[in-house]
């Protein structure tokens, strides 16, 4: 032991950090088309997120363009014969060269579309993760529900992450992301609610009863699906569209024609997600009766732009909602809200 090593607590004592005989406590991940955030404890007993974008670029591996990233400073691996960059980076230098990022995961699923998919998002996952505290800690890793609108697998792609993370040492459960938000969310109201997530290639929801999911689903509508929508009847590039919906707008408000192109998808798409909701109460299936009225819970990154709340509140009066409704909210930090779901899932399974 180095004298680095020693620290002192809060009488002034010297202390020293003994990892072996700490309780790993387990960890979260979410698994996103847009992002990945990893949700672990930090020393001081509270919640570390890291984030990373879930993309790559492939670069031919030569002298010239070694030399390039090396100057800009710029990580890459080299992979069959690429040099390939991932997150952030590849993104910022995509933006630089006026590149197109490519996505391992599409609409909330490994992108069959893309060979590559599962060893980049290895790396992703072992850059926010990290390894395990210990041989088989437990990890959450978020999955999205079956979509309702259109036929997806999702029983492949929580396979394949399941041993993924499993041979990466962990002791891996796949948790609903709605189910996710549940957890971060509503733990004032004993984990009794309605949680969303509106993502980027989906929006998952999830009624749940003193934490048991009583109702999961998804649809195959999220940020993803705006951009496509504002990018065709604006005649704009995707990414085009993207800008505008990411750059600061109200919805409530939109200023010009392009803001309120987002403004009329943003609408569409709750109402959409609210009607669905209404019709699983009514439907009854596997429903409880509740007693007293249940909370909803936003979050995900589509659920930031400015005015989201009012306008779910504005669509919510509009339906004549089947049952008693509390507060309606957005997470505090609406990007990072499953990651942490999956940790305290970690943390109360344990
Ligand atoms: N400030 C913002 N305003 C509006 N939209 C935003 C903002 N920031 C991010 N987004 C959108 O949020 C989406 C990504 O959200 P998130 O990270 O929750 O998705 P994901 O979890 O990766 O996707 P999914 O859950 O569908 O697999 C993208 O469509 C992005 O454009
Ligand atoms: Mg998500």
């Not at 090593?5 to 387990?26: C, F, H, K, R, W």
């Not at 989906?202 to 649809?219: D, G, H, L, R, T």
């Not at 936003?298 to 930031?304: I, P, V, Y």
Request: glycine share 10%; charged share 20%; aromatic share 8%.
């Amino acid at each position: 032991m180095t004298h680095e090593d020693m620290s002192q607590n809060a009488e002034g004592y010297p202390t020293v950090d003994t990892p072996e005989t700490e309780i790993a406590l387990g960890k979260g991940i979410d698994l996103g088309t847009a992002n990945i955030a990893a949700a672990v404890q930090n020393e001081e007993g509270g919640i570390t997120v890291n984030v990373e974008r879930n993309a790559f670029l492939d670069i031919g591996d030569d002298v010239y363009s070694k030399n390039m990233l090396t100057k800009l400073k710029v990580p890459y691996v080299v992979h069959n014969g690429k040099l390939i960059v991932i997150g952030e980076s590849a993104f910022e230098l995509a933006n630089v060269f006026g590149k197109n990022t490519r996505r391992p995961m599409s609409d909330g699923l490994i992108s069959p579309a893309e060979t590559d998919a599962l060893p980049i998002m290895k790396m992703i996952i072992s850059k926010v993760l990290g390894q395990p505290a210990a041989p088989g800690e437990s990890c959450y890793f978020s999955v999205p529900a079956e979509s309702l609108d259109v036929d997806n697998n999702v029983i492949y792609h929580q396979g394949l992450f399941a041993s993924l993370l499993g041979k990466m040492g962990y002791s891996a459960k796949p948790i609903n992301e709605a189910h996710a938000v549940v957890f971060s969310e509503l733990a004032e109201s004993d984990f009794t609610g309605i949680g969303l997530s509106f993502g980027g290639g989906m929006a998952n929801a999830c009624v749940a009863y003193k934490s048991i999911p009583c109702v999961q689903f998804s649809v195959a509508r999220g940020g993803d699906w705006i951009d496509q929508n504002v990018s065709k009847v604006l005649g704009v590039k995707q990414s085009k569209a993207t800008y505008i919906k990411e750059r600061g707008i109200d919805i409530r408000d939109p200023q010009n024609r392009e803001e309120e192109a987002v403004a009329i998808y943003y609408r569409e798409l709750i109402n959409y997600v609210l009607k669905n909701v209404k019709a699983r109460f009514e439907g009854g299936q596997n429903m409880p009766t509740f007693q007293d009225p249940i909370d909803i819970a936003c979050a995900g990154g589509t659920s930031m732009v400015g005015g989201f709340i009012e306008v779910f509140r504005e669509e919510f009066a509009k339906i004549d909602f089947p049952i008693p409704v509390g507060r309606i909210f957005r997470a505090e930090d609406a990007l990072t809200a499953v990651a942490k779901g999956c940790l305290v899932a970690a943390a109360i399974g344990e």
